[in-house]
């Protein structure tokens, strides 16, 4: 008799959530497969990972006690062959972006969670730990045999975006003696190329194919979504502008590059312009206005637009005013603060110049133009600042008037606007705005001629309505909107009223009723001659009548017979002595002859249907007139036989 088989020993589930809705969901799913415990904080789940040696850990990005990432990180290296599943949203697989890839993350379950990835994510979890091969644990985490495993998580913490607010401001204060220097050159040196960046994708060894897969496999991300992946880790971390090749503003400039246009890099570098911001605000506080220089030039080279930038820039004047009266300012910080300006200056001018061999002139914050505002904020007066102004100036005008000599007036303009707002040469904008007014007014002449001769040219094709868009009445439309007084318009709109009229004669006459009213409609609009739109409107209306008349059939009482031969007994049917009637049914023509008699009842048949048909078309009568013409019309008759006496 074979043993019995041992009891199946349920996984561990640690749940670290504190979605309710999200637990009843797990329990459903697991359907008592697993044992689900709910840990109440990080150390509560350290607790319960020790007394279950090991299991499963299911975290909850959502769960603020602690920042999910360097959670993950600490529980890998306690307990380094532990899968771990996160749920969370598309911006939580950002940032958790790097573990993924390494795998520490076993999963990443995406919200809203559905039950059946949930049970299968939790069971290619629990059959991976079944695969770990057994041995003794790592030797960096080997315990005396008689101690309990501790868990290294701490039971509490601050506030994460206290914690995440002071480390980024001890990192940027640390990193503001090489900020000036290191923000600019970011962008034309490229250092991220090379670096190694996270990716989604789990690696083949850390997920191995399981018979029920427990998600569909990604694809392979693009490089941009690779550095916007690596740039929100570098936010989340505190590297703002600093290590090189691997700071949050580098790998944003980077995507944008490659994507000028793309949203969500340059929401990131708002974000980055922000969080220095607040490293301008305790610089201020602590007085220490170097720092606050740097960090508030840092910012404003990752995001010039930011609303804030003119505020904190006249706070930081203001508090260099109020030192430099209360002799505050040691003359040798004053020499650097005026040191790292004019290197700032020079570095803002030589990627100007640089951006305007390249026609990048406008349109991000890498442009020529952004770069002269720059400097010219800073520093206003400065010779170099107001040679770059008029040097882009004139690129600017130049292309106006390229854009002029092509005909692209909007373009045109539009360079002349951005010429005027850096406030030099004046004359030279002017000059070409009366150009392109001049060059407007001839194109607009020459628009509205064209306009009407392509309305006479559509007449002449008989193209009056359709096509809607290429049709006689489509062109004068844009003319009359665009002037209601234009020469030869009144002319043309008569010509346009005439022909529709004459058009509706002939669709009356094929019996194409519905078109011609539509016809006259467009002539009334057209205002069409009254007489003649009234006539074309009787002549519609009696064809109507006339069509309707005809397929009426009438009784021959309302029509008037001037010839009316009765029908001949038959013999057969006197000799009999039968009797009965024939009702009969045939067209009076246009002349009062009949024909296309035929008979519709009888009784009895077979004895006066010939007789009755041999009548009938001897009979004569007055035409039957609709709308004022004679019309064939259909007419119906019954002739009784009887025997005289009976």
Known sequence: MAPASPPQTLTNVVVLA????????????????????????????????????????????AFMTHETPALVEQVYRQFPDLPIIVAGRRDDEAELGP????????????????????????EAAERRRGEQPAGPAPATEARPASSTPAFALPPIRLEPATIRRMSRIAAALVALGLVIAGVAAVIERRPWQGIELPSLPVPAERAPPVAVAPSQPQAQPSESARLLNAAGVALSQGRLVEPEGQSAVELYRAVLLKDPGNIQAREGLARVSEELLLVVEQALLAQDLLAAASALDAARSADPANPRLEFLSAQLAHERERASQAGTVPASAVAAADRAMNERISRLLTQADERMKQGKLVGNADSAEAYVLSAREARPDDPGVRQALNALSGRMLLSASQALVGGDVATAIGWLDR??????????????RAEIESARVASVQEDRSRLLALANQRLAQGRLLEPRADSARHYLDLLRAADPAYEGLGETEALLAERLVESAHTETRAGRFPEAARLLAAAAAAGADPASLGAARSDLEGAQARTRAAGQVLPEAELTPIQHTPAEYPVRAASRGVEGWVEVEFTVSRDGTTRDARVTA??????????????????????????????????QARIRFQLSGG
């Open 18 to 61: 504190e979605d309710a809705a999200m637990l009843e969901l797990l329990k459903q799913a697991l359907e008592g497969r697993q044992r689900i415990w709910r840990a109440e904080s990080a150390a509560h789940a350290a607790d319960l990972l020790v007394a279950s040696q090991g299991g499963i850990l299911f975290i909850d990005a």
């Open 419 to 432: 010429a005027d707002t850096l406030g030099v040469d004046g004359e030279a904008v002017a000059r070409l």
């Open 99 to 122: 573990l993924i890839s390494s795998g520490q993350v076993y999963r990443f379950l995406h919200k809203p969670v559905s039950a059946e990835r949930a049970r299968n994510f939790v």
């Open 602 to 635: 009888s009784t009895p048949e077979g004895y006066f249907e010939d007789s009755v048909l041999e009548a009938v078309q001897s009979w004569r009568y007055r035409p039957h007139v609709v709308g004022g013409q004679p019309v064939d019309q259909r007419v």
